[in-house]
């Protein structure tokens, strides 16, 4: 992933009460879980009622927003409360929130924003969470969410000295694979630092301030071109306009580069990888990064796909096998490749001594790591990213 700004658990706790490091439970962490297990029932109206707070209290924040709020409405305050629910896991939650504040640079956020993003945020919560609030509770919100928006803003500044907040790139070339699924390549404005396996945000011209997450389909090139694979989906604002609209001399936005599903070239163990659909782009870019490395580990692949003709980039990674006597690629092909493609492990292996990755669907994710788990894969050996990442 993109180097983090350095800061260590004991960092994190300077000025927020303590509640980074301790093992057991905190008492702030006793009352802001009380605080999400009240709103759960009614996280809908709590969403509604904060991003309204903001706009009302901060008119000059609504333009950082996308026109239409349905599409993402939820993810700041849900990436909130995820950072709050994480507060006794310090190492997770340090990367979670430097992460976010490089990515929310994109968004124009500026620090002197966070103050009233925590007010709405306590105001939100207390009148939600009104029959468990109270002056401890507020305070163990305000402790928390002033931590939180510290590491996002220090990490955010620390980027700041190397990184731009985006990138404009100009798409090259599009080839529509399927008639929903195209590979997408462009070429950055100015050099774009980025590791095999990791994932970026995209913003198209024609639904400004909306981004959606995609891998990079290669290793880093010398040529600095970077390549999507994109998959069409219904309702899919970003998807659409990439697969449907996107032509070479179009002009995207990208983010930063991030995500930890990268290889760790310190060790010889071999990669076991799992990509269903669109998913085998990531894995395309880690076979390539061991190649360039030039040390022959085991990678086996596991292509998942519904259909033969989802198999869409089965040549390159047929034409990738051959060049390479340690890789073996081997297709799933099922109308319930997504549930299916983990158990293909078991005819195979054994696996305890493999590093394993996986991209694809959230539920292929889910049900490949708990396949992993049950093959022997330690779960300390097991890379995936984010499965929340909406659909888009």
């Known amino acids: 992933m993109d180097a983090p700004t350095t800061m260590s658990a004991d960092d994190g706790a300077s000025g927020?009460?303590?509640?980074?490091?301790?093992?057991?439970?905190?008492?702030?962490?006793?009352?802001?879980?009380?605080?999400?297990?009240?709103?759960?029932?009614?996280?809908?109206?709590?969403?509604?009622?904060?991003?309204a707070l903001l706009f009302v209290r901060a008119p000059g924040l609504r333009p950082l927003f996308?026109?239409?709020?349905?599409?993402?409405?939820?993810?700041?305050?849900?990436?909130?409360?995820?950072?709050?629910?994480?507060?006794?896991?310090?190492?997770?939650?340090?990367?979670?929130?430097?992460?976010?504040?490089?990515?929310?640079?994109?968004?124009?956020?500026?620090?002197?924003?966070?103050?009233v993003v925590g007010e709405c945020l306590i105001g939100a919560l207390s009148r939600y969470a009104a029959s468990v609030w109270d002056e401890q509770t507020e305070a163990a919100w305000i402790r928390a969410y002033t931590t939180i928006s510290q590491v996002m803003i220090d990490a955010a500044a620390a980027d700041a000295v190397r990184t731009p907040p985006w990138w404009y790139a100009e798409v090259v070339s599009h080839d529509l694979r399927t008639p929903d699924v195209a590979v997408v390549t462009v070429?950055?404005?100015?050099?774009?630092?980025?590791?095999?396996?990791?994932?970026?945000?995209?913003?198209?011209?024609?639904?400004?301030?909306i981004?959606?997450?995609?891998?990079?389909?290669?290793?880093?090139?010398?040529?600095?071109?970077?390549?999507?694979?994109?998959?069409?989906?219904?309702?899919?604002?970003?998807s659409n306009a990439l697969v449907h609209r996107a032509r070479p001399g179009d002009i995207i936005r990208l983010g930063p580069a991030t995500g930890s599903m990268t290889v760790d070239h310190t060790t010889s163990s071999g990669l076991l990888c799992l990509?269903?659909?669109?998913?085998?782009?990531?894995?395309?870019?880690?076979?390539?990064?061991?190649?360039?490395?030039?040390?022959?580990?085991?990678?086996?692949?596991?292509?998942?796909?519904?259909?033969?003709?989802?198999?869409?980039?089965?040549?390159?990674?047929?034409?990738?096998?051959?060049?390479?006597?340690?890789?073996?690629?081997?297709?799933?092909?099922?109308?319930?490749?997504r549930a299916q493609l983990p158990d293909a492990l078991r005819g195979f292996g054994p696996w305890n001594e493999y590093d394993a990755y996986l991209s694809g669907p959230p539920g292929m994710i889910r049900s490949g790591v708990h396949a992993l788990r049950a093959a022997g894969v330690p779960t300390e050996r097991i890379r995936h990213d984010a499965l929340e990442e909406p659909a888009g």
């Open 16 to 51: 927020g009460g303590g509640w980074f490091t301790s093992r057991e439970p905190s008492p702030d962490a006793v009352l802001v879980r009380r605080t999400m297990d009240e709103i759960a029932p009614v996280a809908d109206e709590v969403t509604s009622y904060f991003y």
């Open 66 to 115: 996308p026109a239409a709020m349905d599409a993402q409405r939820d993810r700041l305050f849900r990436a909130l409360l995820t950072a709050a629910e994480h507060i006794d896991h310090p190492d997770t939650l340090v990367s979670y929130l430097q992460n976010l504040g490089r990515g929310h640079r994109k968004y124009g956020t500026r620090p002197e924003h966070y103050p």
């Open 211 to 238: 981004w959606r997450h995609y891998s990079f389909a290669s290793a880093p090139r010398s040529d600095g071109l970077l390549t999507f694979h994109v998959k069409a989906v219904p309702a899919g604002w970003v």
């Open 187 to 209: 070429r950055p404005d100015q050099p774009y630092p980025f590791l095999a396996g990791q994932y970026t945000s995209v913003e198209t011209p024609w639904w400004p301030r």
């Open 275 to 337: 990509g269903g659909g669109t998913g085998i782009a990531p894995i395309k870019a880690l076979v390539e990064d061991v190649a360039e490395h030039g040390r022959r580990r085991p990678v086996e692949v596991f292509y998942g796909a519904r259909t033969d003709d989802d198999l869409y980039d089965i040549d390159t990674m047929l034409r990738l096998q051959r060049a390479h006597p340690w890789l073996a690629v081997r297709a799933v092909v099922d109308q319930r490749a």
